[in-house]
């Protein structure tokens, strides 16, 4: 018997599930929403195009400008509500690692004096299919929302920067490596895993070194598919507001979802250091055996 084998096992065990959880955070509608990677908040996209059409005539609005009742056209932030709505641009989209859902903040969009930033919530209403090496691409996202609204209004009028779109594309092999990455990680944690047990019920090095082995390319892969998602949520992130927030886009990094990566991350490496030390303890027991039990 090895009590302390124990301990990677259970280690392992939940790595698994938290892997599991990474890769299907969001997989469906309301399912761990809060565990997104980023977050990209639309819901004051139509302001600058209300802004401009209220200070010149000519401007591609007019159209849309007729549909808004007439009793909010003076008032920016619900007019712009009101023209996103109509363009079928939702308040949300949150990226996921196999997908990315939308929907509608509730009660409002932005806090007021009344309601706090922390008593805004997600109301999700859909999300995209599921996809392996899925890539977040708001430019397609919209664009596809403003064709089906059936109205005259393109990005280019939303004004709609390239740098965002050039930015995010920098990062697409990230986001499909580190996609890779975790489904490696799985698999090598499950091994791992299963590895762990019979080293449970005996004695010797055999099993030690083995599972430090698993257990060290585990760590590789989780590691660096951490290192490869943090990377991405904090220069996505970096890129949309960069060049978002001139025209009232947001983007919101997914710091639950880094926590539960880093603290997989953390659970592989204890599991790697209590093998290391099993390898090296085990030798050293047996040497004990050959010493002289007693001088004089
Ligand atoms: C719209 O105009 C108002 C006042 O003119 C300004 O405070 C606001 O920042 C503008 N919004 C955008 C998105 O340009
Ligand atoms: C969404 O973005 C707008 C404009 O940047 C901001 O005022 C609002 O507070 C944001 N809403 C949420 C729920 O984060
Ligand atoms: C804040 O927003 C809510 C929901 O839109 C609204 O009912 C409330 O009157 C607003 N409060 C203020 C002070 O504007
Ligand atoms: C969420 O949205 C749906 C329809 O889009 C609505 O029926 C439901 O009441 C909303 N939920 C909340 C909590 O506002
Ligand atoms: C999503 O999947 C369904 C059926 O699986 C399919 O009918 C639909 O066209 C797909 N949507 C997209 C956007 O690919």
Known sequence: ????????????????????????????????????????????????????????????????????????????QQAAGAVTEQLGIE????????????????????????????????????????????????????????????????LDDLKWPDDIQTGLNALRLVSVTSFVLYCISVALIFVALVAAIPAIFTEGRLFPCLNLLVSILAFLAIGLASSLVTALIVKGSEVINQYGNDIGVEAKKGEKFLALTWAATALVFITMIVWSVQTCCCGRRKQQKFEPAKHG
Not at 14 to 19: C, E, T
Not at 56 to 63: E, F, G, R
Not at 123 to 142: R, Y
């Open 91 to 154: 308040d949300f989209y949150s990226a996921h690692l196999l997908d990315y859902c939308y929907g509608q903040y509730t009660p409002t969009e932005a806090p007021n004096a009344t309601i706090s930033g922390k008593d805004i919530h997600k109301n999700v209403t859909g999300c995209s299919n599921q996809t392996a090496m899925f890539w977040f691409d708001p430019k397609e996202i919209l664009d596809q929302a403003l064709d089906k609204s059936g109205l005259p209004i393109t």
């Open 1 to 76: 018997m090895r009590p302390l084998a124990i301990l990677p096992a259970l280690c392992c065990t939940v790595a698994l599930i938290l892997s599991f959880l990474i890769l299907f955070a969001g997989h469906k509608q309301s399912f761990m929403e809060d565990y997104h990677i980023l977050t990209l908040n639309t819901s004051r996209l139509g302001e600058s195009l209300v802004n401009t059409s209220m200070s010149s005539s000519s401007n591609p609005l007019s159209s849309l400008w007729d549909l808004i009742p007439s009793n909010i056209q003076g008032d920016v």
